[in-house]
């Protein structure tokens, strides 16, 4: 086992990559439970993201059309748990769990349908990778940030816009008033469906755009289920970075880091003994319990997450 | 829908009792229904510019559904709303926050991570997307010096105590330029102190000309600040007064429409033999901080211990040491001589303790059973209700649940009624007959009449009088002093986990009460 093993360029590099979907689902959940709806249907809006970003790139050959599609069709999905969670006041776990079923088994039928056993068209339109000509010849630095896909920059850059919105914007501070305490903004004249219906759109979205990540930009290719519970993991950074953006971020990167750490310590051994490689997969799934298990420090979820707010009056 | 009459509504408000001032709100007639329940039946209310205005009644009389309507967080299925003599239509408290009205919810509108500032300007944040903490700060520091109201803007509204909080709420409707502050039930969680202080802001705010409808059921505040009184009673006006022209008992009188039951004197003194000896009692509470350091008392046979305090100060912690509820960190508590410290609720109950728990729907009955199922709750294991402790018996436990209802008065009479749909009152009767029945040696109860009406609450007290009269010991946790006043033989003060002082109920004035009560025991003694 080397330090290029545990912290070299390669394995940050990976980490940054393997981070970025799980960083784009928590930050959608981060935005709907701050306005106080639980959305663990953000698996399911991945996968549609990554299904139809695929089906998008190939009918259009452009990657805008396909990330506006993915998205769009992430937020339709949230649109649906919106109107479960929010209109009809349903459970939203079992809303959730409901729309991530419809996902898999939607996104797998029409796969076949479409593409057949020959699996998805191999000339897909790709996110291009962003390549920072002066930062190239950096050392270090340079082979961990100069050639990351545009999808990784925009995750990062939706932590500051998201965070600066959630603490620094009036819009923000509504949101999460209405994720606190919704009848104290109804009484103060905020609209408290309408938020929560924008916030849980908005996190469908993310967690589309983290899907369509997924399949444009690292795969290349539709394969059944291959968000593999990284809506999931993303809800569980969430928790660990304590429904704030830049905690989410932090969150994420260890994920990612276990992630990548498995990949580079293949075959490696210390002194005679092997790396047990598989245990160490399993890294990012232990946290995740870790995380909901509530052992990372207290952390307290927005008082009204996940309750369905009632107006007074119509009992 | 909101019917306009404005000639019926101009003509009628001129018959308002008292002042000559121009009213600046006339409600008439406004009727709202919930299900089988017509909580108003054609309720008016007329209120002047420049008074404090009483809004009396028991709870259910219809008090704060006639001020939802009017803050817009029910529609109202007819009647008619003048507000400044123009017809109006509030959809929203958004209307109503656009006309001045300003509403001081009892269950506070705050959103306790967010500063006091942010609190303020929720929803009316002026001056861009951008959030400038500063300058909110300094807005709100302006209103407060304003109109004499200090509270630091830069708090987290978690980490201040209830009576600033309150305050918060009151610089939240001034901040929106109201003229006319609804506030509802706004003594129910302040200290006698806190109160004196919440009446000087309210004189304040007439004084700056605000108009103030205060809704309540405590009399005594009723006449230290208020100008006229409307009464409601079952969803209908049952009078208007003048505060000055008026007395206690003749507001009593229309609230209930009847005379007023006296309290039966306590007839006997408490006998020797203490039941309830407890030493150096000391618990944590939920979050880990102390909140027993070290209480000493004893309860003795046919004595009732009132135990008085600010909600918060130990008094919930005690009861459920007592029950085997709550780990006892150190101290023994004992029960005829025997110590219970180390038992669960099940064995300490069999030594004789019974429990009327503060929330009665969450900790007292379990609300989608029967009446006679919440009756046998606890005894479920135990002949007749199950012969051999494991199967029940159903004619048997209905048999029982049909006579405690007779007994308790729980109306309807009907053991298979489902305990969710009782009213308060009655719910208090299930938990009473399952308690009481039994004989028990020591009661524990907390908040007995919290949310129930006059008659209900007459009812609670004159049982648990039956129960002292009878020898039993009771520990009596109330944050209403009237009531602690009324029923004890002694009084303990808690504070921040300490008993800081008993009283004999004679010498316990409200003023000495309240000062232990602050922590003030220098003063008080």
């Known amino acids: 086992m080397t330090i290029d093993q545990l912290i070299g360029a390669g394995v940050l590099a990976a980490t940054l990559r393997l981070a970025t979907p799980i960083l784009l689902a928590a930050l959608g959940g981060v935005v709907s439970e701050r306005a106080g709806v639980v959305n663990i249907a953000l698996e399911g809006c991945m996968l549609v993201g990554a299904f139809f970003g695929v089906v998008a790139a190939d009918q259009s050959h452009s990657v805008v059309v396909a990330l506006v599609a993915a998205m769009a069709v992430g937020a339709g999905l949230a649109a649906i748990h919106a109107v479960a969670a929010i209109h009809l006041r349903s459970d939203q776990i079992v809303s959730g769990m409901a729309l991530n079923i419809l996902a898999l088994g939607l996104t797998s039928y029409l796969d076949y349908q479409f593409y057949g056993t020959t699996g998805t068209p191999s000339d897909l339109a790709g996110v291009p990778d962003i390549e920072i000509a002066p930062l190239a010849a950096v050392p270090f630095v340079g082979d961990v940030i100069a050639h990351q896909n545009a999808i990784v920059w925009a995750g990062l850059a939706l932590v500051v816009l998201i965070q600066v919105f959630l603490f620094r914007t009036v819009p923000g501070l509504r949101l999460r008033a209405v994720g606190e305490h919704p009848r104290a903004a109804e009484t103060v004249g905020i609209a408290v469906r309408q938020t929560r219906y924008w916030a849980v759109i908005a996190s469908g979205m993310l967690a589309a755009l983290g899907g369509a990540y997924l399949s444009l930009s690292v795969a290349h290719s539709f394969t059944d289920g291959m968000t593999g519970g990284r809506g999931f993991i993303g809800l569980a950074a969430m928790i660990f970075g304590r429904w704030t953006p830049v905690g989410a971020l932090v969150a994420s990167l260890i994920f990612g880091y276990g992630t990548a750490l498995s990949f580079s310590l293949q075959g490696a051994s210390i002194g005679d003994v092997r790396v047990p490689v598989q245990l160490l997969s399993t890294l990012p799934y232990v946290l995740t319990i870790l995380a909901v298990a509530g052992f990372v420090g207290r952390s307290r979820p927005p008082a009204a997450d996940g309750i369905p707010y009632e107006t007074e009056g119509h009992a | 829908m909101i019917d306009a009459r404005p000639e019926r509504a101009r003509t009628t408000g001129a018959t308002a009792v008292g002042t000559e001032r121009v009213p600046l709100l006339e409600m008439r007639g406004i009727r709202k229904r919930f299900g089988d329940l017509q909580a108003l039946d054609g309720v008016d209310l007329v209120v002047n510019e420049g008074e404090i205005h009483a809004l009396v009644g028991e709870n259910g009389a219809g008090k704060t559904t006639l001020m939802n309507v009017l803050y817009g967080l029910y529609h109202p299925d007819s009647g008619t709303i003048r507000y400044r003599e123009r017809d109006v239509r509030i959809t929203g408290p958004r209307d109503a926050i656009a006309l001045g009205i300003g509403m001081i919810h009892q269950h506070f509108m705050l959103v306790p991570p967010l500063t006091v500032a942010e609190n303020v300007v929720l929803g009316d944040e002026r001056g861009g997307p951008v959030l400038d903490d500063r300058a909110i700060e300094e807005r709100v520091r302006g209103l407060e010096e304003r109109f004499a109201i200090a509270v630091e803007p830069g708090a987290r509204v978690e980490d201040i105590p209830l009576g600033l909080q309150q305050r918060v709420e009151i610089l939240k409707v001034l901040y929106r330029g109201s003229e006319l502050l609804i506030f509802d039930e706004p003594t129910a969680v302040l200290t006698p102190q806190e109160v004196d202080e919440l009446f000087a802001i309210v004189r304040t705010l007439r004084e700056e000309g605000k108009t103030l409808i205060l809704i309540t059921h405590k009399l005594r505040e009723v006449m230290a600040v208020t100008d006229r009184i409307t009464v409601l009673r079952g969803g209908r006006n049952a009078g208007e007064l003048v505060t000055k022209q008026t007395t206690p008992a003749e507001i009593a009188r229309a609230m209930v429409g ?84 180390r038992d669960d609720p099940k064995r300490t109950r069999a030594r004789g303790v019974a429990y009327v728990p503060e929330d009665r729907r969450i900790e007292g009955l379990v609300l989608a059973f029967t009446v006679a199922d919440d009756f046998i709750l606890g005894k479920q294991d135990r002949p007749p209700y199950a012969a051999n402790g494991i199967v029940l018996d159903p004619a048997a436990i209905l048999k029982a649940g049909g006579r405690l209802a007779v007994e308790y008065d729980v109306r309807p009479p009907n053991p298979r009624a489902i305990v969710a749909n009782l009213s308060g009152g009655n719910q208090q009767k299930v938990v009473l007959g399952r308690e009481l029945s039994e004989r028990p040696k020591l009661i524990v109860v907390s908040q007995p009449t919290r949310g129930l009406d006059i008659a209900a609450t007459e009812y609670v007290h004159e049982r648990l009088l039956e129960q002292r009269g009878q020898g039993a010991a009771i520990l009596l946790v109330s944050s209403e002093l009237d009531e602690i006043r009324a029923l004890s033989d002694r009084i303990a003060v808690m504070f921040e986990g300490r008993i800081v002082a008993v009283l004999d109920a004679a010498s316990a004035t409200e003023e000495r009460l309240g000062l232990l009560m602050a922590g003030h025991t220098e003063a008080a003694a």
Do not use: H, W, Y
Request: with cysteine.
């Open chain 2, 258 to 341: 009847r005379e007023m039951k006296q309290l039966k004197a306590r007839a006997t003194p408490p006998r020797t033999e203490v039941i309830l000896d407890v030493r150096g009692l000391e618990a944590l509470s939920d979050r880990g901080s102390p909140a027993l350091r070290g209480i000493d008392f004893e309860i003795r046979s046919g004595e009732i211990l009132g135990i008085a305090g600010v909600g918060g100060n130990g008094q919930s912690e005690l009861a459920q040491c007592l029950l085997g509820l709550r780990k006892v960190a150190a101290g023994t508590i004992r029960i005829g001589g025997i110590d219970i410290s």
